[in-house]
């Protein structure tokens, strides 16, 4: 059974347990010494340039919460949107490091310039946390797809501000490949400064990258990795997938799989009565409004995610597609969806 709830349910791509299985043959030394973790830095570096340090970790949360932290002061505060992972979906985690966050409101998950504006208020005030950071989502929570230009846009206005700009790109590969560009052209060529590289949601196993591209932003980060309990013993097994995933562009393969999808989703939709398809379907999520019934009669045999339960008569559903997605897949979920919708 397919599901399209979320890229994470997807399992492990061949190339990458294949890549697991050639690592786990006879000792390496341990905590990142070892030449699959060696070999997977240099493919980083050969992608976003010879400066780039990389740090492996075994989750998200992990990625975000350890790129932020290293890059603020114990008092200083992170601006992002309010649909932002870091806000909504990390339990606090940064925030119980005490970082604050100032939410700002977006479109689709994208922010502007212009949003990052009243937070900056707080800058010299004894009494208020100053934003140090911008945080955004490429690709977005809602599915949105920044630009090239506005990505570059909201790093000028770091630079203006004094802020460091961080990308949570935990599908970033979805967002290059709908760009149509690479992965360093996506981020580190717009400004971004850090990054929080995705790998589980396309075809990894588990494992994400933090890569920072300033080197003063580095300086530290050794020692949060290792508190942050993120400095993997047998490194080899993450860095190993990642092997995989940078070569012969993987990555993209994947991503491009999961984006054509879900436009094939949305296709074999659109028109359907009782049913809207309510955001822009630019990388792997379909958002959709239909009455609750059918919803919840369609969840019976395909799970997803109601995102949105107002109004409560007309929920909107987010369907996920993944790097395994097959057409088969999704017409069959297409199919349920209008049987659902004509109440058989």
């Known amino acids: ?79 992002c949107a309010d649909t932002a992972h870091i806000h909504t979906d990390e339990c606090g985690a940064l925030e119980a490091l005490g970082r604050k966050l100032y939410t700002v409101p977006g479109r689709h998950g994208k922010i502007a310039p212009a949003d990052c504006l009243p937070p900056l208020r707080f800058a010299g005030s004894v009494h208020h946390a100053p934003p140090r950071m911008l945080s955004i989502t490429q690709s977005t929570e809602l599915g949105g797809l920044y630009r090239p230009a506005e990505i570059r846009a909201l790093a000028d206005f770091c630079r203006a501000h004094g802020l460091w700009l961080h990308m949570d790109g935990a599908r970033l590969a979805n967002a290059a490949a709908a760009l149509g560009c690479g992965l360093h052209a996506a981020s580190a060529a717009l400004g971004v400064d850090m990054l929080s590289f995705g790998g589980s949601k396309n075809g990894l196993l588990y494992g994400e990258a933090v890569l920072i591209f300033r080197p003063e932003l580095a300086e530290d980060f050794a020692f949060y990795h290792k508190r942050g309990m993120q400095l993997a013993s047998k490194m080899r097994y993450i860095a190993a997938q990642f092997q995989a995933y940078l070569h012969n562009d993987l990555w993209r393969r994947n991503a491009q799989q999961a984006n054509d999808m879900a436009r094939l989703l949305a296709e074999s939709l659109e028109g359907t009565e009782g049913l809207e398809i309510t955001r822009p379907v630019e990388v792997n999520a379909v958002f959709a409004r239909l009455p609750r019934r059918a919803a919840l009669e369609a969840q019976k045999s395909c799970p997803f995610y109601i995102w949105d339960e107002t109004p409560e008569e007309t929920p909107e559903a987010r369907w996920m597609t993944s790097f395994d997605t097959t057409p088969e897949a999704v017409r069959d979920f297409a199919a349920k969806i209008k049987n659902a919708l004509r109440g058989k």
């Open 1 to 79: 059974m397919f599901s399209f709830a979320s890229d994470n349910n997807s399992g492990a791509h061949a190339e990458v347990m294949a890549a697991l299985a050639a690592a786990n043959s006879g000792h390496c030394l341990s905590y990142g010494g070892d030449p699959f973790t060696r070999r997977a830095e240099e493919l980083f570096q050969d992608v976003f340039g010879a400066k780039t340090r990389v740090y492996f970790v075994f989750l998200g949360t992990a990625a975000n919460v350890l790129a932020l932290q290293t890059g603020l002061k114990a008092y200083e505060a992170v601006i």
